[in-house]
């Protein structure tokens, strides 16, 4: 039979294959009941339909899955471009893009944001002592306690290494200073590292936002407030001020010209006398650097020592002061003003115990001059110490095999105990002023002192007492035993004529009277970072 013989199924079969090769699977044509060649034809195509339509099913489903997890792919590259790894916060990216919604939200009507950039006060030292495993933990701690104390349309973020960021929306002073204060009570609760707890505390600085604010603006404004505060102390909450602007612009000059500064006559060196207690002997001076800027006059070490340290020139500025030092001593010594046990005590930063090449610097540098190495006494802060890694307790061994002596300086404001102490190869302590002080509530402790000084008997080490100002101060700790101090009961720190003019007098300073050598005042409460 044929389509001319008027078979309606061949018209039927022909309409089938015709939709089939248009894509139409779903159609389907009914056999009839010949169960003819006609109808098997029927049959296979309506089955090459029925697999057709399932292989097109299996591949758009296959596609609908590779469209799902291509976009799954994109939202977590976003979201890992716009995470901090290690916290789980937003990062810089994310926050400045944030910024930016709430400063468009701001100029359609809504309230200001507030931008609060925080910097962890003490994590170097957690980072140092403790090791990097440690010191992630601490941040991620420290992220979770920000997320607590923030709202859910604000955004919490780490904006690399140990500073943080909180953007407040839709903010008022209040709100924002609220926010800062929760911050500072979440970060002073201890945190437990090992065996030991520490508190990472931080410095924050806030910025409410006006109409005229970018988001770099803001970040900007924001950072000088938080360096204002770092500046200012532990745990501390400062909001912008635009002089605050003129103050960053004057250290960056600063800085630059410190540079400039370091080994010209702009720098030069004092000496405060280190005082043998039991006779009122000088069995030594402590070196202390000072720098007469041209124009702005004397400049406080507390601000130009931190500065060297920020910009990386703290290396060159402790070797020119060690330089000058020990010419100075050589010159003493040839014109015979010292006695064979007199030391000439150095500061030296931690930097400096990280570079390979100090000891051979130290080692040449006394031989040059030609000046004994027992007369040379190195002074490490007490933290430097403590956490100090392989390399610094290489560089200390090392001087102490050269003959150096090593001595702990500003004893009793970090980590001071009895087992660390026995431990670390050092010669002396030096015990911080701070320990001398009056307390707040009454008069100064000398059972106290009297238990800091037998601690420092039971390590072995000998004791310098700085900060020594009345005359009950030095009486007491004559009456302790042999030790040393120093201070502005005995002297200020000197210039180097009037420091050799007293070594060349021979004189003993007071131990028993209130009158003070070369200017200082007894019970001089300014006595600073000199003593």
């Known amino acids: 039979m044929t389509a001319e013989d008027g078979d309606p199924r061949l018209a039927m079969l022909v309409d089938g294959i015709v939709r089939l090769s248009r894509g139409d699977l779903s159609s389907?044509?009914?056999?009839?009941?010949?169960?003819?060649?006609?109808?098997?034809?029927?049959?296979?195509?309506?089955?090459?339909?029925?697999?057709?339509?399932?292989?097109?099913?299996?591949?758009?489903?296959?596609?609908?899955?590779?469209?799902?997890?291509?976009?799954?792919?994109?939202?977590?590259?976003?979201?890992?471009?716009?995470?901090?790894?290690?916290?789980?916060?937003?990062?810089?990216?994310?926050?400045?893009?944030?910024?930016?919604k709430s400063l468009n939200a701001q100029r359609s009507g809504s309230a200001p944001p507030a931008l609060l950039l925080l910097d962890l006060d003490s994590f170097k030292n957690i980072n140092d002592r403790f090791g990097h495993d440690a010191g992630d933990d601490v941040l991620r701690e420290v992220a979770e306690r920000l997320r607590s104390v923030v709202r859910a349309t604000d955004t919490v973020a780490r904006l690399g290494g140990d500073e943080f960021a909180i953007l407040v929306t839709e903010a008022t002073m209040e709100i924002a200073l609220g926010v800062a204060n929760r911050a500072l009570e979440v970060l002073a609760q201890s945190i437990d590292v090992e065996e030991f707890s520490v508190q990472p505390r931080a410095s924050i600085g806030l910025r409410l936002a006006t109409g005229e604010h970018t988001a770099d603006a803001l970040l900007h404004e924001a950072d000088t407030a938080m360096y204002a505060a770092k500046n200012e102390g532990r745990s501390t909450i400062r909001t912008f001020e635009p002089v605050m602007l003129y103050e960053r612009q004057l250290r960056t000059l600063m800085a630059s010209e410190l540079r400039d500064a370091i080994g010209t006559d702009q720098l030069c060196v004092h000496y405060q006398p280190v005082v043998n207690l039991s006779d009122g002997s000088v069995?030594?001076?402590?070196?202390?650097?000072?720098?007469?800027?041209?124009?702005?006059?004397?400049?406080?070490?507390?601000?130009?020592?931190?500065?060297?340290?920020?910009?990386?020139?703290?290396?060159?500025?402790?070797?020119?002061?060690?330089?000058?030092?020990?010419?100075?001593?050589?010159?003493?010594?040839?014109?015979?003003?010292?006695?064979?046990?007199?030391q000439m005590r150095v500061n030296i930063s931690a930097v400096e115990l990280r570079q390979l090449d100090m000891v051979d610097f130290v080692r040449s540098l006394l031989k040059r001059m030609s000046v004994p190495?027992?007369?040379?006494?190195?002074?490490?802060?007490?933290?430097?110490?403590?956490?100090?890694?392989?390399?610094?307790?290489?560089?200390?061994?090392?001087?102490?095999?050269?003959?150096?002596?090593?001595?702990?300086?500003?004893?009793?404001?970090?980590?001071?105990?009895?087992?660390?102490?026995?431990?670390?190869?050092?010669?002396?302590?030096?015990?911080?002023?701070?320990?001398?002080?009056?307390?707040?509530?009454?008069?100064?402790?000398?059972?106290?002192?009297?238990?800091?000084?037998?601690?420092?008997?039971?390590?072995?080490?000998?004791?310098?007492?700085?900060?020594?100002?009345?005359?009950?101060?030095?009486?007491?700790?004559?009456?302790?035993?042999?030790?040393?101090?120093?201070?502005?009961?005995?002297?200020k720190p000197l210039p180097e004529p009037d420091i050799t003019a007293l070594l060349r007098s021979r004189s003993a300073l007071p131990l028993g009277q209130d009158d003070v050598l070369s200017g200082g005042q007894a019970n001089d409460g300014t006595a600073g970072s000199d003593s």
Request: hydrophobic letters at 45%.
């Open 28 to 100: 389907r044509m009914t056999p009839s009941a010949a169960r003819d060649d006609v109808d098997a034809v029927i049959t296979g195509v309506n089955l090459l339909a029925e697999e057709l339509e399932l292989v097109y099913r299996q591949f758009e489903k296959r596609v609908e899955n590779r469209t799902a997890m291509l976009h799954q792919a994109h939202l977590d590259m976003k979201r890992m471009a716009m995470t901090d790894a290690l916290t789980g916060l937003s990062n810089r990216v994310d926050l400045i893009e944030d910024i930016e």
């Open 283 to 342: 069995n030594g001076v402590e070196v202390l650097v000072r720098w007469e800027h041209p124009s702005r006059g004397m400049i406080s070490p507390e601000s130009f020592i931190p500065l060297a340290e920020e910009i990386g020139a703290i290396s060159e500025l402790d070797r020119w002061v060690m330089t000058t030092a020990l010419q100075q001593f050589a010159i003493w010594r040839a014109a015979l003003l010292v006695p064979d046990d007199f």
């Open 373 to 491: 190495p027992p007369a040379l006494v190195i002074e490490i802060t007490e933290s430097a110490l403590v956490s100090g890694g392989e390399v610094e307790t290489y560089s200390l061994l090392s001087f102490k095999q050269l003959g150096v002596s090593i001595e702990i300086d500003d004893f009793g404001t970090g980590y001071s105990s009895i087992s660390y102490l026995r431990k670390l190869p050092v010669d002396m302590v030096k015990v911080d002023r701070s320990i001398l002080q009056e307390p707040a509530e009454g008069t100064w402790q000398p059972r106290f002192v009297a238990a800091v000084y037998q601690l420092i008997q039971a390590a072995g080490l000998g004791a310098v007492f700085e900060g020594i100002e009345t005359r009950e101060q030095a009486q007491f700790l004559r009456s302790l035993g042999e030790l040393s101090g120093q201070g502005f009961y005995f002297s």
